[in-house]
């Protein structure tokens, strides 16, 4: 028990996320009652977990798929409580019957944990010809013949996903959870901002923390595709950090306090920062 309130409290610590939090207890609560009607002789309901996790970039859904693993598993629902990520080019392969086979050996080592595909819908996007469909039917199989001993969660763009779920058909029946993971505020994200710093022990200055917060509501509140909410969070504080060191390197000594403190200077927002993003995007999917 005290494992599994470790688990909890990592998920409550995470910022935002209501819905999230909310289902999860709501899956806690409905297999501890199951268990306990199945102890008094009572009508159970299948207990199905697989999900659809819809939303952008940055937004959390891996971390919490991660967290779901661990739960999972201490609520004996799944044997091992690990997390097995995959892509559309794991998953399909070049030439007929080796989509099916890649896909059966990634659903293997998912067994006893989690599978969590990431950009779901991709597996729909080239047509009656491409292999994707063959991976859909073999995870579709994969679900009927280890539904006691596997989570699929399908991931994605909101719009993206549900488009695919509709093109298909047999699919929303078989993940009947689905969960939004909306983008964060600007007060969120300067939450994360703020404790990413501190577990570095590092600190903005008042000038800087306002350039951010400014930064971070425009960003917000833009309705652009490409926010990626946490990640680029991340991605504006790895690069203060390397900046800041720049700048101090060039000082004599710098003080304890200005060892700590990021100044503006060593933001790099907007444009700069895009263009870091895209590279690394671009890098990530020619592996």
């Known amino acids: 028990m005290q494992r599994f309130q470790q688990i909890l409290n990592e998920l409550d610590s995470m910022i935002g996320l209501k819905q999230v939090k ?16 199945a ?6 309901e ?10 952008n970039p940055g937004t959390g859904k891996t971390t919490v798929a991660r967290i779901l693993a661990k739960l999972l598993r201490e609520m004996g629902v799944l044997s091992k409580g690990h997390l097995v990520e995959v892509e559309r080019a794991d ?4 030439y007929i019957g080796h989509t099916a086979q890649k896909t059966r050996d990634h659903i293997k080592k998912a067994l006893g944990g989690i599978m969590f595909i990431d950009e779901a819908y991709s597996l729909a996007r080239g047509g ?4 994707g469909k063959e991976a859909i039917d073999t995870m579709v199989k994969g679900l009927e013949d280890h539904k006691n001993d596997v989570v699929i969660i399908l991931a994605g763009y909101g719009h993206e996903m549900d488009l695919f779920l509709r093109t298909n058909p047999g699919l929303p029946s078989r993940f009947p959870i689905v969960v939004n993971f909306e983008d964060y505020s600007e007060s969120e994200l300067m939450q994360i ?8 022990e590092y600190k903005l200055s008042s000038e800087a923390s306002s350039r951010l917060r400014t930064f971070l509501r425009n960003s917000a509140t833009s309705g652009q595709r490409n926010f990626s909410n946490a990640r680029m969070v991340r991605n504006v504080i790895e690069k203060a950090v390397r ?6 390197l060039e000082a004599s000594s710098p ?3 200005e060892l700590m403190k990021i100044e503006p200077d060593d933001l790099v927002l907007g444009e700069g920062l895009r263009h870091e993003e895209l590279s690394r995007d671009w890098e990530h999917h020619r592996r």
């Open 22 to 37: 909310t289902l999860v207890k709501e899956i806690y609560a409905f297999v501890q009652i199951q268990q306990k009607r």
């Open 39 to 44: 102890q008094a002789k009572l009508a159970t």
């Open 46 to 55: 299948p207990i199905v977990l697989h999900m659809i996790f819809k939303g």
């Open 91 to 94: 998953l399909v392969g070049e």
């Open 128 to 131: 009656e010809k491409d292999f």
């Open 193 to 200: 901002a703020d404790t990413m710093l501190r577990k570095r």
């Open 243 to 248: 900046l800041q060191a720049v700048r101090l």
């Open 255 to 257: 003080t304890r306090d």
